[in-house]
Every structure is written in C-alpha cells, then in structure tokens.
C-alpha cells in the first residue's frame, strides 16, 4: 500500500515528545493513571459475558485476569510496535464495548458456548488483518467534517458512560444516590483544582491523584469490598485455549467481523486525533500499522480466552488532558496491565474502585474527546461557497443522538441490525461519509486537495504553528 501525505505537518520538537522516554518513577506514574481509566470498561465485557454464560465466579475471575493479561500484550505491540504492527503513539489497547450486544446475542445462540465465542473472534482478527491493505483507498473519505464529527460523537456517547458510573451504576437501584454525585463531584473537583493550580509532573497526574482521594474517602466510609481477597492467588499463569479449544461457526463470526469494521471506522478517529493532539506527522501506512495491531490485538484475544480489541477513546482523552505524548508512558502502562493480569490480588484491589470514583474522573476524560472533535470542526470553512459541511454535521449528530436520546426508537428494527442502530458512533460516522460523499463528491474534494497540499485529504489541517500552540496549551 503506497503511503499518503502526512495528516498532520510533522514538528520535530513535538514528535520527540512522543518518543521521550522519562525517568522510571514518571512512567510508573503516568502508566497507572492509564490503567486506572481504562480498567473498569476493561474488565466490564468479561464480567458482562460471563455473567450472561452464567460461569462460576473463579471462571469469570479468569476471563478478567485472561482480558488484562492480553490488554497488556496488545498495548506493547500498539506502542513500542513489531515490524508492520503498531502505530507507535500514546494507545491502550481494551476489550471494545462495541462488543458487548454483540457477545451476547452470540451468547445466547444455542450450542456455541465460549469456545465458539473464541472461535469468532479469532475470525475477526483474521478478517481485520485481510482488509488492513485496503485502508488507505478509503481515507480521502474522512475530511475534517467526517472525523470531526465521529470524535465528537464519540466524547458524547462516552459521556453518557461517565454518568453512568458517577451515579452508582445505572443498572443499581441505588443509581442517583447524593453520596455517589457528592463522591464523583469530590473528584472532578480535585482534577480541576489540581488542572488549575498545580504545576509540572503533579498537574500530569491530576487524574490519578483525583481518583486515588476518591479511593481513600470512599474507603473510609466503607465502600470498598475487598471480601473474596483472600481467596485469590498471588500468582495465576493466563494459559491460550484454557476454556477448550474453539469452535467456529458462520453467524458468529460474520457478526464478529462487522465488530471489527465498526472497530477500524472508531480506532481510524482515535489515530486522527492522536495526531492532532501529539503532532506526529500520520500517514495511510501508520493508520494501517495501528489498524493491523488491532486486528491482531483481537486474534490474540480469541487465543488467550478474551474478546475483540480496540484503541481505548478514553486514553486518548487522558492524553488530551495531560499534554504527556510519550508513547512509553503507554507502553509501561502494557506492562503494569501484564503484572495485573497475572497477580489476581492485585486486579482484585484495583477492581475495587467505586464506581462514582471513576465517574468523576472519566467526565473529564471523556469531555476531551468530544473537545478534540470540535477542535476538528473548527478548521472548516463553513464560509466556503456552496459548502454544505454544517448540515453535514447537523444530521450527522442528529442521526447519532437516537438511540442515546430514545433507545426505543429503533425496536421494530430486526434484531440482526442491533450492533448497527444501537450504536451511536457507527450511526454517526455511516451517516457522515454518506453525506460528505453526497454534498462533496465522495471524496473527490479532499483527493483535489491533496494535489496542493502536504496533508492527507483535506486533512485534519494542524500547521506547525497550530501544533506548538496546541503543545503549550497542553502544557500550561
């Protein structure tokens, strides 16, 4: 696949900080604090499918140390990378959520079990990697209206996850409950104060102060549940094939396979934003690099008894929020995931956390993306005759908002389309290259400007200068 024009005008001074390797105590820091926001959606898919399987408590106990344990290999190869495999930015690598309606559908068909959930995900990782060559045919198709639009549907779909663990769960009856707002908004209060005030290495660490005094109040008041500790092993190797060998079966793995397209249109919009945020020039073969390290990510997943992967939106957030570009940061934080997956004591502790901690946290997080896509947004020329980019992003976002704002909306719909008209990103971003193709000629625009410029497409459109200024703000 021959490569593209960068997305972004590369700045040497900038792109070394995504290759800066700081001081151990600095890695350790900063990886945790990624860990940390990762690890409640990390761990929510084995929990959710196991406990729809209805396995016994050491199995599911097994599929979270088995996610983790694969989280962390995944998260290596996206960030330090091997040959072909790897963008090498600042990515973590988790069990996509995207799956979770799909796994149970998958669940719920007789006869396929676990070990034909494995046998589909080992398909969609396969599927990935086949389609990986053809990725850079389509990105003329997201211009600055498409990806800004997808990005900011993805910080408002993640938003409504936030909520939902500020308030306690929102499956809990005790949902809504003072205590839990009172808690998260404790911690949203010292993120900000801390993004205020503080200075240097500990405004960086803001989330992970922020979440660990949730931790500690939340403690105190008697809200962490350690009961069960004492069962688990210090030590637990995470075995491939542990729940039997796979099975493959035809629905499933198609089912699987359109995950890991939903999957590559979501982690293309994380890659874009990475580069508007770090200022590493990025080309189709980088996107291609991080695509196939997805797609891999999943085909060891299917080995190592756990489920599709995906390029955590949340941890692009975080980057967003800390202005710390270093891909190694990342990469320690594979390795802390590692350990977790293979010390059950200690993935107990941290699975410990109360929700309406990382609440308070993840609004912040999460409000980054959707920032980062109106950053996008607002290098369009919306005075530009004929242009049409607003009603693009009107209805776009529109489309996007309906199963958030009315999740009814779509129940006469066969059960099949689910994982499409349920999920708001994949509405919001089939519903904006629709329209971009419909009012700008399918791309044919952003091909045009290629020829004059030194970006990709239209582009995401960052200028060194618009880099170092975005460089400092993260900084100050």
Known sequence: MDDQPPIVAQSAAVTDRVDELLPAPRLAAFGLQHVLVMYANAIAVPLIVGGALKLPKDQIALLVNADLFACGIATLIQTIGIGPFGIRLPVIMGVTAVAIQPLLAIAAIPGVGLEGIYGAVIVAGLFGLAIVPFIGRLMPFFPPVVTGTILTMIGIALTRVAVGWAGGGAATPEFGAT???????????????????????????????????????????????????????????????????????????????????????????????????????????????GLRADALGTLIGGVFNTFPYLSYSQNVGLVGLTGVHSRWVCAAAGGIMLLLGLVPKVAFVAASIPQPVLGGAALVMFGMVAATGIRILGQIDFARPGSRDALIIAVSLGIGLIPIVQPQFFKLVPEAWNPIVKDPILLTALAALALNALFNGAGKRAIADQAGTDRLGSGIGSQPSDIAASSRSSRS
């Open 179 to 289: 205590g839990h707002i009172l808690v998260a908004g404790l911690v949203l209060s010292v993120i900000l104060l801390l993004a205020r005030f503080a200075r240097g290495f500990v405004a960086n660490v803001a989330v992970l102060i922020g979440i660990l005094f949730g931790y500690a109040v939340t403690a105190a008041m008697g809200w962490t549940n350690l009961d069960g500790l004492g069962a688990e092993p210090w030590l637990r190797l995470v075995l491939p094939f542990a729940f039997g060998l796979p099975t493959f079966h035809l629905v499933p793995s198609l089912i699987l396979c359109l995950v890991m397209t939903i999957v590559f249109i979501e982690a293309t919009g994380m890659f874009l934003a990475l580069s508007v945020m770090t200022g590493r020039a990025v080309g189709t073969r980088d996107i291609a690099r």
